[in-house]
T-cell receptor, first 111, second 114 residues
Framework: QQQVKQSPQSLIVQKGGISIINCAYE??????FPWYQQFPGKGPALLIA?????SEKKEGRFTISFNKSAKQFSLHIMDSQPGDSATYFC??????????FGTGTSLTVIP | KAGVTQTPRYLIKTRGQQVTLSCSPI?????VSWYQQTPGQGLQFLFE???????NKGNFPGRFSGRQFSNSRSEMNVSTLELGDSALYLC?????????????FGSGTRLTVV
């Protein structure tokens, strides 16, 4: 059973546009929601993260929006650049420190 | 500061063989976790070790095993390889005092079973 559901599977955005990736979870015990960015041939790297007591967190062009009642969170990439082309994973973590990852979104930013 | 080092980077094995993958965590990190990454299933948790003890285990068959040494280096072993074991195996290390922010992934070992 997929603990964290991620969509879309792939996304193509024009340079300068907004990329939006969505995730949903069921387990209300999750208390930390990170997003990871993965380039080909590399392991995932932490991009930005949020805790459920906050509805939004912004770091540069990257913003997480969190809706606790709907059990959904999303990543917004403003002014998307070709260098943002990568695979993005959402994740959720609860007691026991075990990460549950979404299935990933392949983002392509067209120049 | 060196990152998480995984060796080898690439492996080709025959069905039925066994394989051992190695992970050297960031110096000072005592927690090591292993993940399997496939296009269809994404990142699946295998197990986590801390101070040479397995703390958590994912839902994988007993053919998948691991261990951690006193210097925090970890190895993962897969016996009786199956074609479906072809995947990118990722290791992540963590400084236990750093909260969730402390996870760092290696670049992985790409295993191909033929």
């Amino acid at each position: 059973q997929q603990q964290v559901k991620q969509s879309p599977q792939s996304l193509i955005v024009q340079k300068g546009g907004i990329s939006i990736i969505n995730c949903a979870y069921e387990n209300t015990a999750f208390d930390y929601f990170p997003w990871y960015q993965q380039f080909p041939g590399k392991g995932p790297a932490l991009l930005i993260a949020i805790r459920p007591d906050v509805s939004e967190k912004k770091e540069g062009r990257f913003t997480i929006s969190f809706n606790k009642s709907a059990k959904q969170f999303s990543l917004h990439i403003m002014d998307s650049q070709p260098g943002d082309s990568a695979t993005y994973f959402c994740a959720a973590i609860g007691t026991g420190n075990q990460f549950y990852f979404g299935t990933g979104t392949s983002l392509t930013v067209i120049p | 500061k060196a990152g998480v080092t995984q060796t080898p980077r690439y492996l080709i094995k025959t069905r039925g063989q066994q394989v051992t993958l190695s992970c050297s965590p960031i110096s000072g990190h005592r927690s090591v976790s292993w993940y399997q990454q496939t296009p269809g299933q994404g990142l699946q948790f295998l197990f986590e070790y801390f101070s040479e003890t397995q703390r958590n285990k994912g839902n994988f068959p007993g053919r998948f095993s691991g261990r951690q040494f006193s210097n925090s280096r970890s190895e993962m072993n897969v016996s009786t390889l199956e074609l479906g074991d072809s995947a990118l195996y990722l290791c992540a290390s963590k400084n236990m005092g750093a909260g969730y922010y402390g996870y760092t992934f290696g670049s992985g070992t790409r295993l191909t079973v033929v």
